[in-house]
């Protein structure tokens, strides 16, 4: 009898314990379930829709490589504006076949150190985008001249800063009011990039000194950095973000052959971090995976 007894309580317990397995079980699945649901929630809510974006300098380089890489995604932007200085030039040539495959890519002159220009981009633009908003502008068009502190000139100096930050500061300008989101549409977002680099960081400046001096391009991307950040600050309320990006060392005519990084890979690090793009990141500075560099 306290044999069977025994035997009862024993597969008793087994039931029991059973029974809260699977309850444990069950509470388990449920919270990977909504989990999953929030977390694909989220993914979707947060995906930075591109419509139009604007590239700068884009007829080569990583500017080109952009192009190519908009054209080629999931959702391609219903219009790319991929404005170089000299569309009918030789180095323009491989940039204007694309355009001729795909009628989504419009190329536009664009001089980014000159209004006039400038102002003629802003009018074809308007033209194209028929009262829709510009989704993204990348500043991407730069310069680097290799000088040292003995061989820095004057001229140089100003080119250099004309170039990758005067630049930059007018192109934003003006297509400022495309980009601002007006009433209802404050709520949606749009950005500009400004194409940097670890050179123009301060703090980086004891590490990578002696291998990269180049005066004019470091002092030039650390304003171009400050230009970002005041972006980010003075059309927060336009619901425009703004942030500046290092592509890392890349394999262009600027980079060289010895860079470690193909176009490729640097911009297709860059669009991972344009698909997911939130106020959060408004005023940083981050390398082509999304990491923050110093300033
Ligand atoms: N490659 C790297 O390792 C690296 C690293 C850090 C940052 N970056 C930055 O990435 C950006 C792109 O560089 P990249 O490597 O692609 O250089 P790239 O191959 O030398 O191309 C530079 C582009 O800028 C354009 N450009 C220059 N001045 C211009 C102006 N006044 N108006 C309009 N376009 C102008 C050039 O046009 P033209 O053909 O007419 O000259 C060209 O399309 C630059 O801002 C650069 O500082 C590059």
Redesign the pocket.
Known sequence: MFLSLANARKSETARKSETEKTQSLKEKLAFVNIYTYIHTKQEKMSEFKINTVLV????????FEFVQQFVNRENPPETIFAT???PEGA?SQELKKFSEKHENVIVIR????DSASINATVKQVEKHLNGKNLDLLIN?????NPQSLETQTAEDMLQVYN??VV?PMLVTQAFHHLLKRYGEESNAKSAIIH???LLGSIEGVPKMFSSFPVISYRCSKAALNMLACCHAVGYKQDGIISLAI?????R????GSQ?LLSKEESVGEIMKIISSLNETQSGTFVDYKGIHTPW
Do not use: E, K, Q
């Open positions: 700068t300098g884009s007829n080569r380089g990583l500017g170089c200085r000299d180095r664009l001089d980014s150190t991407n068009a730069g310069v680097l170039i990758n630049g194409i940097s680099s290092h592509p890392g060392w890349v262009t005519d600027m980079g860079a």
